[in-house]
Nanobody, 123 residues
Framework: QVHLVESGGGVVQAGDSLRLSCAAS????????MGWFRQAPGREREFIAA?????????YAEFAKSGRFTITRDNAKNAVYLQMNGLKLEDTAVYYC???????????????WGQGIQVTVSS
């Protein structure tokens, strides 16, 4: 059974940094793309970044290209990470890890999802 488990969320102050982790299990994800999405209250889920586990190729949403967000992977651990720097109030959301075969931004192309983890940025 496939599991994606996010960790590293919590309550931080504006300007702080946070690193989210996603541990994947239940199958090989060597040829998968692992991505991060988020959903803020009252808003649709949005893509942040994704990485191909085999090549390391990445894809970022426009807002994430500022350098505040960095996605990395650890193939040996079947894990993917999202480093977030200079957090803003508007980054408050539930963050989801997802896995799919294609490095895309649309959520419906991702087959597996974690349960999500809350990130709250306070002033």
């Amino acid at each position: 059974q496939v599991h994606l488990v996010e960790s590293g969320g919590g309550v931080v102050q504006a300007g702080d940094s946070l690193r989210l982790s996603c541990a994947a299990s239940g199958r090989s994800f060597d040829n998968y793309a692992m991505g991060w999405f988020r959903q803020a209250p009252g808003r649709e889920r949005e893509f942040i970044a994704a990485i191909k586990m085999d090549s390391g190729r990445t894809r970022y949403a426009e807002f994430a290209k500022s350098g505040r967000f960095t996605i990395t992977r650890d193939n040996a651990k079947n894990a993917v990470y999202l480093q977030m720097n200079g957090l803003k109030l508007e980054d408050t959301a539930v963050y989801y890890c997802a896995a799919g075969l294609v490095l895309v931004e649309v959520d419906y192309r991702y087959d597996y999802w974690g349960q999500g983890i809350q990130v709250t940025v306070s002033s």
